[in-house]
């Protein structure tokens, strides 16, 4: 077994088995599972508030006493009623365990690039909450939407629509060999996305990376010369985690557990992105440069 490192600046977050209608996650799998993700870094990025995620993460956070702060995530989806219930559900924890562990909000996750709702439906849900947030006093806490570089721009990204852009960058999707992924992540952001989102803007979105990693399986599910394998993982921790560290990146790593339940028709490398096993074993060797 490899041991645990604390090297991520963030990390993405589900808990196992959380998942509608089911929700077999409890309290006591959450805390066993933010265990081990605060051994690997002090933030996390959750995708939802079903299945109590949100609730068990911050009550874990609380009386275990753990070092990590919460990047909340308010889903939406094409069904507007989850939108409605999502966000109440975090207006409510947020009533009984307070503000202080919480660093960000996401309102939705690639909802444009998955055409889940139309532009105007998700900018009105993010003012929304950003609304209410400042009435309730946050006024510091970013809210903004995370999704695919395409979607990071004009009029998304546009003055006032978000405090930051949340940008998902997977070099796997590029189908660059992995050798060339970390090499090909620095240009795609500072070439292409940077500009992108701050195209006309008079005061220019900071860039949190709310995904980036590499999948483990299947090898058939290559994109050209792409190829998810372990070694292939080993490979892009060694030449990317390290260097994004170095450069102050604020970055969430995607993602801490497999999970299998994601895999659906033509994407089978959906369920494989973990650093940890579905037997919560750690898949790789991680470095040695420890972050704050």
């Known amino acids: 077994n ?7 600046y963030g990390m993405a977050y589900v808990p196992m088995n959380a998942q509608m209608p089911n929700c077999l996650n409890t309290q006591a799998s959450v805390d066993e599972e933010l265990q081990l993700v605060v051994q690997t870094t002090k933030r996390v990025r959750l995708y939802g508030t079903d299945c109590s995620v949100l609730r068990f993460t911050m009550d874990s956070i609380k009386r275990l006493k753990l070092d990590l702060k919460v990047v909340v995530g308010i889903w ?7 939108y409605t219930r999502q966000r109440d559900e975090f207006f409510s924890v947020v009533s009984t365990y307070g503000w202080e562990n919480i660093i960000g909000v996401s309102v939705g996750n690639e909802v444009i690039f998955d055409g889940y709702q139309s532009l105007e439906t998700l900018l009105a849900h993010i003012k929304e909450v950003k609304n209410r947030m400042v009435a309730m006093g946050q006024t510091t806490i970013p809210v903004f939407t995370s999704d695919l570089e395409k979607a990071n721009q004009p009029p998304l990204t546009s003055d006032g629509n978000e405090d930051l852009a949340g940008a998902n960058i997977h070099p796997f999707f590029s189908g ?7 090499a090909w992540f620095w240009k795609y952001l500072e070439k292409g996305v940077k500009p992108d989102v701050n195209r006309n803007n008079t005061t220019p979105l900071d860039v949190w990376v709310t995904e980036v990693g590499w999948p483990t399986f299947p090898a058939t599910a290559n994109r050209n010369s792409s190829i998810p394998s372990i070694p292939n993982l080993q490979t892009f921790i060694d030449t990317w985690v390290c260097e994004a560290n170095k450069q102050g990146l604020p970055y969430y790593y995607f993602e801490f557990f497999d999970a299998p339940w994601k ?14 096993s579905i037997d919560k074993k750690l898949k790789v060797k991680l470095p040695d440069c420890l972050i704050a």
Do not use: C, M
């Not at 490899?2 to 991520?8: A, E, G, H, I, Q």
């Not at 939406?76 to 989850?82: L, S």
């Not at 660059?176 to 970390?182: H, L, N, R």
């Open 263 to 276: 895999i659906w028709p033509g994407s089978p490398v959906e369920g494989f992105w973990g650093i940890l």
């Open 2 to 8: 490899y041991p645990l490192k604390r090297v991520f």
């Open 76 to 82: 939406i989806d094409a069904d507007n009623a989850t």
């Open 176 to 182: 660059v060999p992995v050798a060339e992924a970390a």
